[in-house]
C-alpha cells in the first residue's frame, strides 16, 4: 500500500510529523508514505523517511499570493504520479478544496482527512478562511480520521463523527523510549546545574501562541515563591515568541531558575529530569505530550482545553485557563511527589503503544482500500 501524506511540513519540531513518523517506523514493510509539503528546515526528518523507502516533494508555499502557483504545482505532481497511491491523507484540512479535488481528478479514491486540533487557526482572519474551506470536507474527502473525539468535532461536526466514516487514531507512541530513568536523571540535572533535590517543572513545545508560554512562566514564577529551589525545563525550538518568553522571563526576575533546552531528542531523559509536568495549551488535538510525560510516570497539569482523552494516570489534573497563576501553582504543588510505577503499562493500556496502534492503522488502511476498490 502507498499513501500520500499531505502537511506542511515533516520538520522535526512538528506534532503531526512526529505523530505520523511515530507510525511509519513501525508499518514502513508493510505501508509506504511519501510526504507532499510547502515547508522545509534543516531539521527535518527526510533522510530517515528516505532510509524507509519514502520521499519527500516539496510545493511552493499556499499563501495569498502563491495560491495559484500552489495550485498548479498540486496539480503537476498528481498528474505525474497518477496511479501510484491508494489513499491521499491530508492534515491541514484548509487544503481540502485543493489536494481532494486534484486528487479524486486523478484517481484516488480513498481520501482522508485527519484532524489534529481543536482550532481552525492562532489567529482570526485564518480561523474565518479555514472555517469556510472547511466545509466541502463532506463532500470531498471519503473518510475523517482525528487524534481525539474533540478534535474530530471541531473539524468536521458531529454529524459526521457520528458515523462509521470517523475514526480516532490515537497518537501513540514508542513507550520504551519515554521509561524513567534515574541515571539520565542525575545526566541531565548536571547538565543544567540542576541540584538533585530541586523541584524541576516541565515543558515541551515550540514557542507559539498555542502554547500559552506566557502564563506557563507566570505559573512558574508563583511556584518559585512557594518553592525557592524549584527550577523551569522548556524544551522545545522553533516559533517566533522564544525572544518574548526570555524577555518575560528576565522582567519576572526568574532568569536564572528558567533552562532553555531548546530542540532535542532525547526526550525521555528530559522527563526523567522533571518531578512535574505542565502543558497550559489555548487548545490541543490530543497533546502528545502529554502521552510521553505520563509513560515516564510524571504527574502533569493541563488546561481544561485539552481533551479529555489525555487523561490516563490518577495524577493527572486539569485547570481553567481563566483561573489566576497562583492556583495553578497550588494545584502543581499538591500533585504526587513520587512517579507512578508500572505506569507505561496504563498507558499501553488506553491504547497509545505504537506496537499495538500501528497494527490498526494498518487495518484501518487495508479495509477503506479494500472497500473503495469493490465494484
Known amino acids: 500500500m502507498k499513501v500520500l501524506q499531505v502537511m506542511a511540513s515533516c520538520a522535526q519540531v512538528s506534532g503531526v510529523a512526529q505523530a505520523m513518523m511515530n507510525y511509519y517506523r513501525h508499518i514502513a514493510k508493510e505501508v509506504t508514505f511519501d510526504f507532499l509539503v510547502f515547508w522545509e528546515n534543516d531539521y527535518t526528518f527526510r533522510t530517515e523517511i528516505e532510509e524507509l523507502g519514502g520521499r519527500v516533494f516539496l510545493t511552493p508555499e499556499p499563501g495569498l499570493r ?3 502557483q500552489y495550485r498548479k504545482a498540486v496539480e503537476e505532481f498528481f498528474r505525474t504520479h497518477a496511479g501510484e497511491y491508494d489513499a491521499v491523507q491530508l492534515h491541514d484540512l484548509y487544503l481540502n478544496p485543493v489536494i481532494f479535488t486534484l486528487a479524486k481528478k486523478y484517481g484516488v479514491k480513498v481520501r482522508i482527512a485527519h484532524s ?14 479555514n472555517w469556510l474551506l472547511y466545509r466541502s470536507l463532506p463532500y470531498l474527502a471519503t473518510d475523517f480520521w482525528a487524534a481525539s473525539v474533540a478534535a474530530g468535532n471541531a473539524a468536521f461536526g458531529k454529524r459526521i463523527t457520528s458515523t462509521a466514516s470517523f475514526t480516532v487514531i490515537n497518537n501513540a507512541i514508542s513507550l520504551e523510549r519515554f521509561l524513567f530513568n534515574p541515571g539520565q536523571r542525575a545526566e541531565v540535572r548536571s547538565e543544567f546545574n540542576i541540584s538533585p533535590d530541586a523541584f524541576v517543572l516541565g515543558h515541551i513545545g515550540r514557542f507559539v501562541p498555542q502554547k500559552n508560554h506566557e502564563l ?13 529551589d524549584a527550577c523551569l525545563l ?9 525572544p518574548a518568553v526570555e524577555t518575560r522571563v528576565k522582567k519576572l526576575g526568574i532568569g536564572d531558575s528558567v533552562h532553555f ?4 531528542t532525547d526526550i525521555g531523559a528530559l522527563l526523567s529530569a522533571m518531578d ?5 495549551s489555548l487548545y490541543e488535538g490530543f497533546g502528545i505530550v502529554l502521552a510521553e510525560a505520563q509513560t515516564n510516570g510524571l504527574p502533569c497539569l493541563a488546561s481544561s482545553q485539552v481533551p479529555e482523552e489525555a487523561r490516563i494516570l490518577p495524577s493527572y489534573r486539569q485547570q481553567g485557563l481563566g483561573d ?3 492556583r495553578w501553582a497550588e494545584t502543581i504543588l499538591s500533585l504526587p511527589t513520587n512517579r507512578l510505577e508500572g505506569a507505561d503499562k496504563l498507558v499501553a493500556e488506553r491504547g497509545f503503544d505504537i506496537r499495538k496502534t500501528s497494527r490498526l492503522l494498518v487495518s484501518h488502511y487495508q479495509k477503506l482500500i479494500h472497500d473503495e476498490g469493490k465494484p
Open 66 to 68: 502563491g495560491f495559484s
Open 234 to 242: 522548556l524544551v522545545g525550538e522553533g516559533g517566533p515568541l522564544r
Open 324 to 326: 489566576p497563576p497562583a
Open 116 to 129: 489534529h486540533s481543536e482550532k481552525y487557526s492562532d489567529h482570526l482572519k485564518g480561523s474565518v478562511r
Open 216 to 228: 506557563l512562566v507566570q505559573v512558574f514564577a508563583e511556584v518559585k515563591r512557594r518553592r525557592p
Open 276 to 280: 512535574s509536568f505542565c502543558l497550559p
Open 261 to 264: 533546552a531548546g530542540l532535542r
